[in-house]
C-alpha cells in the first residue's frame, strides 16, 4: 500500500460522491466500467452480509453498468414515483486506503456517510456504508469495477437507491 496510490484512491472517491451530490449522472457512470458491479448485499444476520448476490438477497444489485444507466433513465425520466422529487444528499468519504494488485489493480476501502432529505417527506436520516472499490485501468483512464457498498444501519426509512448509497 503506497501513500500515493491511497490519495489518488481518495481523489477518485472524493469525485464520485460528488457527482452523486450534483446530480451529474453523465461523469457519474463514466467512473464505471462498462462491466461494473454494483452490489449492496442485504444482512444474513447481525454479524454476517449475503456473499453472493447470485443466490442471495441483496438490496441492489446490478451486473454491469448498462444496468446503472437504466436506474439513472428511470430517475431522468420521472417514472420512478419513489424519486419524484429526487432528495438532496451530501455523501462524505472517509478512511480511504488502497492496496495496488499484482494486475495492475486498485483494492479501495473506504467509510461513507450519506446524509439523505428527503423533500417529499420532509424528514431526513443517514446511511453509514463500509465500501470496497476494485478500480482498473481502461483506455479512458480509470474505472471502477466493482462496488460493494455493506450499509451498517440496513433498517431503510425509506427508499434507497444509487444516488442515496
Given amino acids: 500500500m503506497t501513500v500515493e496510490a491511497s490519495a489518488f ?25 462498462e462491466d461494473a458491479e454494483f452490489w449492496v448485499p442485504a444482512w444474513k444476520n447481525e454479524e454476517e452480509p449475503t456473499a453472493d448476490p447470485a443466490t442471495e438477497i441483496s438490496l441492489l444489485y446490478t451486473a454491469k453498468r448498462s444496468e446503472l444507466e437504466d436506474r439513472v433513465w428511470r430517475v431522468r425520466s420521472g417514472r420512478s414515483i419513489a424519486s419524484v422529487p429526487l432528495p438532496r444528499t451530501a455523501h462524505n468519504v472517509t478512511n480511504v486506503l488502497a492496496l495496488e494488485g499484482r494486475d495492475g489493480t486498485l483494492e479501495v476501502t473506504s467509510n461513507w456517510t450519506i446524509e439523505v432529505f428527503n423533500v417529499k417527506r420532509r424528514d431526513e436520516h443517514v446511511f453509514y456504508t463500509r465500501c470496497e472499490h476494485l478500480l482498473v485501468r481502461a ?20 427508499m434507497m437507491d444509487f444516488y442515496t448509497i
Fill in 9 to 33: 484512491a481518495a481523489e477518485f472517491l472524493y469525485r464520485e460522491a460528488l457527482y452523486l451530490d450534483r446530480r451529474q449522472w453523465d461523469a457519474w457512470l463514466a467512473l464505471y466500467h
Fill in 139 to 158: 483506455e479512458q483512464g480509470w474505472r471502477i469495477r466493482r462496488r460493494k457498498a455493506i450499509l451498517l444501519n440496513d433498517t431503510l426509512p425509506t
